[in-house]
C-alpha cells in the first residue's frame, strides 16, 4: 500500500472510500485498527445497530463491499448533517447522540464503481487499485526489507510518526 493513500486515509476531512479490488487497503486498515475496527456489511442483520453503538461509543467502523447503491438512512451520516448544536445525528426515525471520536471508513471491491455524485461529494475516493508503479515500489520495499533491514525499521519509524 502506498504512503501517500495511507496519509489521506488517515487525515482526510471526508469519511474516506476506498477502491480497493486487490484488499491492500482493507489488510492494511484492520492491520492498523485491529480489535477496535467494527466491520460490517451494508443489509446484514442488524447492521443498523452496529453503526448507531459505534456513533454513540466514538468507535471506528468500516462498512466493506459497498455496493453502488446505498441506503438512505445512511444519507445524514454519510453528509456529516449534525443536529443539535452538533451533538446529535439522525439514523432513519432515530435521533443518536454523536461522538467525535466516531470515524468511518467505506470499502468497495468493486475496480470502478459507479457511485452517485452526492456520495463521491461528500467522501474521500481513494483508489488502492495495484499499479505497475505500486508493484516496483513494493518490490523494491521488500529488496531493501532483506538487504539493509535498520533503513527498514526507519521508514516504518517515519511512516508511523507521520501518522500521528
Known amino acids: ?21 486487490q484488499l491492500q487497503g482493507i489488510k ?18 442488524n447492521y ?16 466493506e463491499n459497498m455496493p453502488e447503491e446505498i441506503d438512505a438512512v445512511l444519507d445524514p451520516l454519510l453528509g456529516r448533517q449534525l443536529i443539535k448544536k452538533g451533538t446529535a445525528i439522525k439514523l432513519g426515525e432515530k435521533e443518536v447522540e454523536y461522538h467525535p471520536k466516531f470515524q468511518l471508513f467505506l470499502h468497495s471491491k468493486m475496480a470502478n464503481p459507479h457511485y452517485k455524485p452526492e456520495l463521491q461529494a461528500q467522501t474521500t475516493l481513494i483508489n488502492f487499485t495495484v499499479t505497475k508503479t505500486g508493484l516496483e515500489d513494493q518490490l523494491l520495499a521488500e529488496v531493501v526489507k532483506a538487504d539493509r533491514p535498520d533503513l527498514e525499521e526507519q521508514k516504518a519509524e517515519l511512516t508511523r510518526q507521520q501518522n500521528e
Open 48 to 63: 443498523l445497530e452496529t453503526v448507531e453503538k459505534c456513533i454513540i461509543e466514538g468507535n471506528f467502523l468500516m462498512i
Open 28 to 45: 492494511w486498515i484492520k492491520n492498523k485498527y485491529g480489535k477496535d475496527l467494527n466491520v460490517i456489511r451494508l443489509g446484514k442483520k
Open 1 to 21: 500500500m502506498s504512503i501517500e493513500n495511507a496519509s489521506i486515509l488517515t487525515n482526510s476531512i471526508k469519511w474516506p472510500l476506498m477502491i480497493d479490488p
